[in-house]
């Protein structure tokens, strides 16, 4: 191992942010203390670090949360299910930039009957007021002849994205719930509760935002 081209000894020390580390000539960018967890977001949390308004917090769900552990994207307080933190800065920042388009399913619950052709409009894209959405996978689940549930995955993370599409079509959201993020779905965790990712977990999430270094896991 080498610290900023430098063999390391015992007793080198590194501080991943800001030193180039290198294991058998590859850099890496984890810190071996790393937590990366998966809560299952009740509704009435809100995904920030103090509310203005004095509402519970979803740190209020994880009080032996390390002060560096960050939220990988919000989930509006009305929406349940997954959602990531770490204390990995630079793993947040990628799980959350449009740019390396992790797909995120939800389940959504709507108003009305969503007709074939609207579930094809969802695919495609529909115009929102930030513009046109990208490519989506959604399909039908269950319905009854006055509501519908819906699997929409996407692969960008605006501001109440699903809810916004589906009042594109006409469609009012009434639940919504995020199954999983990447290869990370909520199993049998209830809500409020977290548990840490599976060193496969990360393994995959690191691939698939292009944080392959050696020895990552
Ligand atoms: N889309 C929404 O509408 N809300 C969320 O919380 C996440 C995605």
Redo the contacts with the bound molecule.
């Keep these: 191992m080498r610290v900023n081209g430098t063999v390391a000894t015992l007793g080198t020390r590194a501080d991943p942010d800001v030193d180039l580390i290198e294991v058998d000539g590859s850099p890496v960018s984890f810190r071996l203390t790393d937590t990366t967890i998966l809560l299952y977001k009740p509704i009435d949390y809100v995904v920030t670090a103090s509310d203005e308004q004095g509402r519970p917090t979803i740190y209020d769900l994880l009080p032996e949360a390390p002060p560096s552990l960050r939220y990988a ?4 307080i ?2 349940s299910g997954v959602l990531l933190l770490s204390t990995n800065g630079e793993l947040v920042h990628r799980l959350t930039h449009p740019r390396y388009h992790v797909p ?1 399913a ?1 389940e959504a619950f709507v108003e009305g009957v969503v007709s074939e052709r609207t579930l094809d409009a969802l695919r495609s894209g529909v115009e929102i007021e930030d513009g046109r959405t990208a490519p989506a996978q959604v399909e039908r689940i269950a319905g009854s002849n006055r509501d519908t549930l819906v699997r929409i995955t ?1 692969h960008e ?9 589906f009042e594109a079509v006409g469609h009012r ?1 009434m639940v ?1 719930r ?1 199954t999983s993020f990447g290869p990370v779905t909520l199993g049998d965790l209830v809500p409020g509760a977290s548990r840490p990712l599976t060193a496969e977990e990360v393994a995959e999430l690191r691939r698939l935002v292009g944080l392959e270094e050696a020895g990552s896991a």
């Design positions: 994207g919000r989930l509006d009305d929406t995120k939800y996407i993370g605006r501001n109440r994205q699903v809810r916004r599409m959201v919504l995020r």
